[in-house]
């Protein structure tokens, strides 16, 4: 797969901004990202895309990104490592953005969302655990078992389990990603 060089117009920020924003927000007071919210990404997605160019290809667009965001989070989903709000958020994301774009903000996301994990961590006094966990998951995976059957810390859907509000992390890595394509920085 070749990564393009990320690119969106000023209306597709703004739309990408306004979601990721509100998205954060439900996330961080919550924990939970409403389905209307994640719905309205998805019919604005859609139709900017379909405004901005000609139909098929804007509509092939969105569908494209709609659907690269949905498979990169589903197997997380799977494995409850993330929430289905997460996936559809990333869906959403994926189609104002279309597929390349999306991946660009999947990347982004993990490797800032990683190191403000990190730092969380670290201020919790976890890491060792973390690192522990993060065998554990490897270690089931490895012998084809689901990590969250055996520990309900690895599964983001109980109180006990450990997480952050990923959406709020969504949310980080398209604003790096919005600023990358604002200051057109080479990648």
């Not at 290809?57 to 709000?85: C, D, Q």
């Not at 522990?132 to 089931?140: G, K, L, Q, S, Y």
């Amino acid at each position: 797969m070749v990564l393009s060089q990320p690119s969106l117009n000023g209306v597709g920020q703004i739309l990408l901004g306004l979601l990721v924003a509100a998205a954060a927000v439900f996330d961080i007071r919550s924990r939970r990202l409403p389905n209307w919210l994640v719905l309205a990404g998805i019919v604005a997605g859609f139709a900017w895309n379909v405004t901005a160019s000609p139909v098929w290809p804007g509509l092939g667009r969105a569908a494209a990104g709609f659907g690269l965001g949905f498979i990169l989070y589903f197997p997380l989903y799977l494995l409850r490592a993330r929430g289905a709000g997460d996936v559809k958020l990333l869906a959403s994301v994926g189609s104002i953005t279309g597929p390349g774009n999306c991946f660009w903000i999947f990347l982004l996301t993990a490797i800032l969302g990683g190191v403000i994990a990190l730092v969380f961590l670290m201020f919790r006094g976890r890491v060792r655990k973390t690192l522990f966990n993060v065998a554990w998951i490897m270690r089931d995976l490895l012998q084809l078992r689901a990590p969250w059957r055996s520990s309900g810390e690895l599964d983001v859907t109980k109180p006990k389990g450990m997480r952050l509000p990923h959406g709020a992390m969504i949310a980080v890595g398209t604003i790096a990603f919005i600023f990358l394509t604002q200051y057109g920085i080479r990648v």
